[in-house]
């Protein structure tokens, strides 16, 4: 089975730096999009950053210039650098991999960003 598997969360001060990064288990090839998704309490999942095979990238408008994100095709895995971090950066960040018309998921890693 699947699985996805996360790490780099924390807390760190406005204007920090943290990378988060998945990984793969089991049998799963050739994914074609991977991508970070952030949840905060009472809201909505947010698309935060998506990257497709090739390097093509999406970012949503509040992280441009601060957050990107990268894949290693070989592995199968992905990374999101997030810098100059803000308090609004706060959420459980979520891996996802996109692969076989199926949608994966990690467990989710909380991201605190303290002013």
């Known amino acids: 089975q699947v699985q996805l598997v996360e790490s780099g969360g924390g807390l760190v001060q406005a204007g920090g730096s943290l990378r988060l990064s998945c990984a793969a288990s089991g049998r799963i090839f050739s994914v074609n999009i991977m991508g970070w998704y952030r949840q905060v309490p009472g809201k909505e999942r947010e698309l935060v950053a998506r990257i497709i095979t090739g390097g093509s990238t999406y970012y949503v408008d509040s992280v441009k210039g601060r957050f990107t994100i990268s894949r290693d095709n070989a592995k199968n895995t992905v990374a999101l650098q997030m810098n100059s971090l803000k308090p609004e950066d706060t959420a459980v960040y979520y891996c996802?991999?996109?692969?076989?018309?199926?949608?994966?998921w990690g467990q989710g890693t909380q991201v605190t960003v303290s002013s």
């Open positions: 996802n991999f996109q692969h076989l018309g199926l949608n994966y």
